[in-house]
């Protein structure tokens, strides 16, 4: 049996092992995420405070609403008094006078107030629609990136279980000292124990091999030759 096609065939399988690890753990913690998701919380803090805020404006204009009326009805019951001709008194009649006018003011002001909290309820109520529809944005832009993160996690994972269950096999039909010298070598060259000849060179490292170590290399024998420059098994094909 060709050992060293096998022996290709696992390093190949397995440096694929670890790019669809990288690949799903950078899925896991995209860099998009983060920002919306900081976006997201700061929306969601903003609307609790504009709730509170259209909560107390609200309460508020109730209270100044209760105080117009009441203004109302002072004004109208002096009004009452001076032109329903129960009073004759000057001196009274000055005094409702006097009074008529103050209540006046007063009601003009509740009323100037009133409109002021009524516009400013406006603007917190378009504020608050404002930010809910910027949320809802936010909220679909991360649930579409959490969706294309998942499909995309799901083909990654199917691959990778496809790997694990082809490895076992292919370390069966190797002897065990091929695999754990291969196993070293590639634990000490980044994954890579095992190189193809490019031309005249090793297609590791790029150093031009002997004559010789080459045309053994290219016999295709079963025999662990290797680079005397990085020390990698070569493989011809």
Known sequence: MAYLPILAQVQELENRWRVLERIMEQLKQDPKLAPLETMQKGLEIKLVELVAKQQKSQRTVREMEFDLKEAEARVSQVEAKLYGGSVSNIRELNQLQQKNVEDGKSKLKVEEDLLELMEQD??????????????????????????????????????????????????????????????????????????????TSCGACHVTLPDGLLQQVKRGEDRLLYCDNCGRILYYC
């Open 122 to 199: 406006e603007r917190l109520i378009r504020e608050n629609e404002i930010l809910r529809k910027r949320q809802k944005q936010v909220a679909a832009e991360i649930l579409s990136l959490r969706e294309g993160s998942r499909e995309q996690l799901a083909e990654l994972n199917l691959e990778l279980e496809t790997i694990k269950l082809q490895l076992p096999e292919l370390f069966t039909k190797l002897p065990v000292e091929w695999l754990e010298r291969y196993r070293k070598l590639a634990k000490q060259r980044n994954g890579v124990g095992l190189a193809n000849i490019k031309g």
